[in-house]
């Protein structure tokens, strides 16, 4: 995703996900020889293998995700007209400068320290009607048995969200 000073801020999904291929390749290929010098690497692996097959699978979700971002910027500065002044006009004024209906992300921070983001009570590719939704969901995941606030020994006071457009 491209932030609103015009940077490239995420990882190069497509480049991991072609390297995660290539190594799922050669552990396939070294699983249908067979040519293992004891049970213990071939279960090693097997292991390793499904590991990264596991891990293709949710990038490869991250990754359409991502390209559906990208096509709905892209289409909504085409409808500017000129490709530099829609570009141009995203970066400098944000989302709110194209004809596009804003999306959202959601997160979950503590209140105190440096506003650390609670791991996993992030959403995104919200509209603006599921967020009231969302935010008690959050808060609810947080502080149910087991959850982060358990584990830290906080309460609901102790979070807070951030709601940012995009």
């Not at 292991?47 to 891990?55: E, F, I, K, N």
């Not at 650390?116 to 919200?126: D, F, H, M």
Request: negative net charge; charged residues 25%; without cysteine.
């Amino acid at each position: 995703m491209i932030t609103n000073l015009g940077l490239h801020s995420h990882r190069d999904l497509h480049t991991e996900l072609a390297t995660l291929r290539r190594e799922i390749a050669a552990l396939t290929g070294q699983v249908e020889t067979g040519l293992f010098h004891s049970w213990e690497n071939e279960h090693n692996t097997r292991g390793t293998l499904h590991s990264l097959q596991v891990q293709a699978t949710v990038l490869q979700a991250e990754a359409d995700a991502e390209d559906a971002n990208l096509a709905r910027l892209a289409h909504a500065i085409h409808l500017v007209g000129d490709l530099d002044l829609g570009f141009l006009a995203y970066v400098v004024y944000g989302p709110d400068a194209l004809p596009m209906e804003p999306r959202y992300e959601v997160r979950l921070i503590e209140r105190h320290g440096r506003g650390y983001t609670v791991p996993g009570l992030v959403r995104r590719n919200l509209t603006e009607d599921q967020l009231q939704d969302v935010k008690r969901e959050l808060y609810a995941e947080a502080l149910k048995p087991g959850g982060h606030a358990r584990l830290w020994g906080f309460d609901g006071r102790d979070y807070r969200t951030l709601v940012t457009k995009y």
